[in-house]
């Protein structure tokens, strides 16, 4: 009988003709035993499927392995149902929460029971699992009817599972399985669990089942594996390298930050040295901005409950926020800003603006507040209360794609002169199948999406495209940067909006001498200045760049007889904005230059009596060691060479 052919459309265009009920691991079986070997699922129409589950119709097919981050993602999902085995073989009758995948590694919530679980016990788990990796069974997907579902998990006294099922509708439910494991899933999984080469359960934690502290709280268990042992090595070299760079604990060696319980929570207290490297990020963006033909603007830090509910911040952020401020007159509330644009859309519409006024650019570092639960707050990098360096662009459409790039460039020089050279922009742009929850015309977004792409390309970003990441009213530009240790942080968001224009009624007189909307440009190259800051500090372990440093010189006398002449050089240094401080301390030179190495102050200058009578300094370098003998004018030539070319624009 004639086997009835499907054409399988691959990543670089090609078409190929396969029978119909190919798997994903036939198809790479086809071009490759060595793909063969590597494909753990595969991505049919956009969606992630098991590598071999049937396809029975014409379809795009991408192959995923470990490069893939969706690859990885169904790695540690099967990894999180080999844990859940494991678990089950050495601690019969427990009951079991959900298992996903999170951004590096798994979880899954356990219910123990009467036992508590201890940490030295995570190492006879892993063992456990790599003995029942080392088995090859295969990840079975299996449909099953919502009755039998039920049945199996009430023969089992699993209620969790039984909760799940409760919201799922028959004919949708599938198990999975591989060797005496059965969990209610809906995949995909890796072929099989030979490819888990190396576990490691990280620490344990509580979680209330479905986040609601009105249910039980389970044990939440943290793993990560590998396809190789090599590779799980290198990852816990990395977490060793993340603690000492910690930006918590920088920040309290440095002394650039704190919190307080009588404050508040997730709401953080700026240390003088702090202070200083915010206000020269601050000022180091408003030169910037100042060049780029921005307006500086300042708005309250509250607003009028009306001016949130026109933006629909008080319906998106209401619930989680801090709570309406009620004043004396009766239904009068206000609330502490979750946003800025709000503010902005009404500097804009304070006067009639023309075609001719546009664009115009209004930039604020603004602080602005949201109640973050308490469970998800982490030094600077989840507050409550953080400032943004916000600015808003009004445009016509005409000028966006040119206002684009020259945000583009912004958000470049920004990452240039802060160390951050590796980064992707992503492209967010409507789903094309679903465009009824997207406001404004497909004209408009047409318009807005080229727009981007171009803009992008003629900067020559490296970019991925995700479709139906927009923001309901506009497509933006989003850069992932990564860190040092090779983490990736969004740093930096580009918006398009037509939505705020139009429920603030936002108008401009055309050259037609008729009325029409602006489009409305977000734009934040650091984020938040918290956050933008505890990036950084992991990023650089502390060691600033020369023109943020909080100390940027420290001046090191041999003895007390040298402590006017290095109060001379510090006065001098001042002249030409190099600012530092002087070691007077009744120590020795050793013990001075050691305590400046721990604080990474950039560059010490060591004066004694042979520096004082040729009126030099002897210079050494955070890291480096000895520079040389130089006089003042020298040093603050070379010490002002290193700023200009960092900052050079």
Same mark, same amino acid.
């Given at each position: 009988m004639f086997n009835q052919q499907i054409k399988i459309t691959l990543p670089d265009g090609s078409v190929r003709d396969y029978e119909k009920g190919v798997s994903g691991l036939q198809i790479a079986l086809s071009i490759s035993e060595g793909l063969a070997r590597n494909v753990l699922a595969a991505k049919v129409n956009g969606e992630v499927w098991d590598a071999a589950r049937a396809i029975h119709q014409d379809a795009s097919v991408q192959l995923l392995t470990w490069n893939d981050a969706e690859g990885k993602n169904t790695f540690w999902h099967s990894s999180a149902h080999l844990m859940a085995e494991a678990l089950e073989a050495l601690y019969p009758g427990?009951? $079991?929460?959900? !298992?996903?995948?999170?951004?590096n590694g798994f979880y899954y919530d356990v219910d123990f029971g009467d036992k508590s679980l201890d940490g030295a016990e995570l190492e006879k788990i892993e063992a456990k699992m790599m003995e029942l990796a080392r088995q090859k069974n295969e990840y079975i997907r299996k449909e099953i009817s919502k009755k039998? /579902?039920? #049945?199996?998990?009430?023969? @089992? !006294?699993?209620?969790?599972?039984?909760?799940l099922i409760d919201g799922l509708e028959d004919g949708s439910i599938t198990f999975y399985e591989q060797g005496n494991f059965v969990d209610l899933c809906r995949g995909p999984h890796i072929p099989n669990t030979g490819f888990i080469k190396a576990a490691k359960l990280l620490n344990i934690a509580g979680a209330y089942w479905r986040g609601d502290e009105k249910n039980k709280m389970l044990t939440r268990i943290y793993g990560i594996t590998f396809p190789k042992a090599k590779e =799980?090595?290198?990852? =816990?070299? +990395?977490?060793?390298? /993340?603690? @000492?760079?910690?930006?918590?604990?920088?920040?309290?060696?440095?002394?650039?930050?704190?919190? #307080?319980? @009588? %404050? !508040?929570?997730?709401l953080p207290l700026?240390?003088?040295? !702090?202070? $200083? $490297?915010?206000?020269? =990020? %601050?000022?180091? +963006? @408003?030169?910037?901005?100042d060049k780029s033909g921005y307006q500086q603007v %300042?708005?309250?830090?509250?607003?009028?409950?009306? $001016?949130?509910?026109? #933006?629909?911040?008080?319906?998106k952020y209401g619930k989680d926020s801090f709570q309406p401020i009620a004043t004396p007159n009766e239904g009068e509330e206000f609330l502490l800003k979750p946003m800025n644009c709000p503010h902005h859309c009404e500097i804009y519409k304070h006067k009639p603006r023309s075609y001719k006024d546009l664009p115009i650019r209004y930039a604020e570092f603004g602080t602005v507040y949201r109640y973050e639960q308490s469970g998800e707050l982490h030094g600077l990098t989840r507050v409550r209360g953080f400032t943004q360096d916000d600015a808003h662009i009004f445009c016509r459409p005409d000028q966006v794609k040119e206002e684009f790039i020259k945000v583009i460039d912004l958000v470049l020089y920004v990452f240039k002169a802060l160390g951050f050279e590796d980064f992707t922009a992503q492209i967010s742009l409507r789903d094309p199948e679903n465009r009824e929850k997207y406001i404004g015309t497909d004209e408009a977004w047409d318009k807005a999406e080229s727009a981007i792409i171009e803009a992008a390309g003629e900067r020559g970003l490296e970019t991925v495209t995700e479709l139906g990441e927009a923001a309901f009213y506009g497509p933006k530009l989003d850069f992932m940067v990564k860190d040092a240790l090779g983490r990736k942080w969004q740093l930096g968001t580009i918006q398009v909006d037509y939505n705020l224009p139009e429920r603030f009624q936002l108008e401009y007189i055309g050259s037609d001498n008729q009325k029409h909307r602006p489009v409305m440009i977000h734009r934040a190259p650091f984020g938040s200045l918290e956050r933008f800051v505890a990036v950084l500090i992991e990023h650089c372990a502390g060691n600033f760049p020369l023109w943020l440093s909080p100390d940027q010189v420290i001046i090191l006398p041999i003895s007390e007889k040298y402590v006017n002449y290095a109060e001379d050089i510090k006065s001098l240094l001042e002249d030409h904005d190099i600012m530092g401080s002087i070691d007077n301390r009744d120590e020795k030179i050793g013990r001075k230059i050691r305590d400046a190495e721990v604080k990474k102050i950039p560059f010490m200058l060591i004066v004694g009596e042979k520096e004082q009578d040729e009126n030099r300094v002897s210079v050494r370098k955070h890291g480096e060691g000895d520079i040389g003998s130089l006089s003042v004018s020298d040093f603050v030539a070379h010490f002002q060479g290193i700023i200009n070319n960092s900052l050079a624009k």
């Open positions: 427990i009951k $079991l929460g959900i !298992g996903p995948p999170i951004e039998d /579902a039920i #049945s199996y998990f009430i023969e @089992k !006294g699993d209620e969790y599972k039984l909760d =799980l090595q290198e990852y =816990l070299h +990395m977490l060793e390298e /993340a603690k @000492k760079r910690d930006h918590r604990k920088l920040g309290r060696e440095l002394e650039l930050f704190t919190f #307080s319980e @009588k %404050v !508040g929570m997730g700026w240390l003088p040295k !702090g202070t $200083l $490297l915010r206000e020269r =990020l %601050v000022n180091f +963006m @408003k030169r910037a901005q %300042v708005t309250p830090h509250i607003g009028h409950k009306a $001016l949130y509910e026109t #933006s629909g911040h008080y319906e």
